[in-house]
């Protein structure tokens, strides 16, 4: 595994193992609900307000699968994320067009914001990769993002290509009212452990100063120049300590996604006979 003297990780699995991940979680969810399609999907048939670290941790255990899941993980994941999405269908009332969680339009869009995310912290806390190893990372990422839904040839098939992508994307968003109600579920949960409830507020700010321009407006989240400076600070420290840290204690959240995704596999009918006791890892790997 190669470092830099920061302890700087540069391969994806290493990226991808970081803590640091955690921190985009809200972006992410803000960046899928902006698209007009996924956020109609989440207004009529999910329930943040109810489980929202429920979905957060889906979230982060449906990515821990795609990294470092065995075959038999991943076959759970796929249908464990197949009958959550089967009732997922309907009519944007705006324009009338039809949305489907199965559509792999959105999905790539789903997969888009988790990868752009999580390579987007790791700049601005590691510094960026050489170009050689961030092709190697969107490579390999994009690779284990389609091991539960889409296939590969949905990715745009360059890295400079995902960012014309990317933007593109961004001039697409749009969100109305019932979505900016979602978008406070998610930034001011109800149910929430006690010992997190404090952080919430520094949550939001990292989300809000993570988030495009355009995307945050469109949100109505407050934003000026003391927050910005407040948001720059806060990079700045976690830059100087984060990278620090014993890469064990870095890893805490990789272990305990990784045994969340364990007792997915033997949950009743998450797997099937044919994949207990499977443990080959996925060959993309």
Known sequence: MRRNPRNRPVEVEDIVSEALTLAGGGRALLLQIAHPSVGQGVVEHSDFAERLMDRFDGTMVYLTATMFGSEAELAAMRRIVNRAHAPVRGTIAADGSAYNAFDPELQ??????????????????????????ADSAYEDLSGALSNLQLTRDRWPARRADF???????????????????????????????????????????????????SVRQQ?????????????????????????RLPLRLRHVPRERYRA???RAVLAPGAAGPEDRGATKPTAQR
């Open 108 to 133: 790539l869009w789903v997969a888009a914001t988790l990868y752009q995310t999580v390579m987007d912290l790791h700049r601005r806390v590691f510094g960026p990769l050489t170009p050689a190893q």
């Open 163 to 213: 960012d014309a992508y990317w933007e593109r994307m961004l001039l697409l968003l749009g969100v109305n009212d019932d979505v900016r109600a979602v978008s406070r579920q998610i930034l001011h949960p109800r149910r929430v452990p006690w010992w997190l409830r404090p952080t919430l507020p520094l949550v939001r700010l990292v989300t809000a100063g993570l988030l495009p321009e």
């Open 219 to 243: 949100f109505g989240l407050p934003w000026d120049e003391r927050r910005q400076l407040r948001f720059e600070r806060a990079m700045r420290w976690t830059a100087s300590v984060y990278p």
């Open 260 to 262: 969340k995704l364990r």
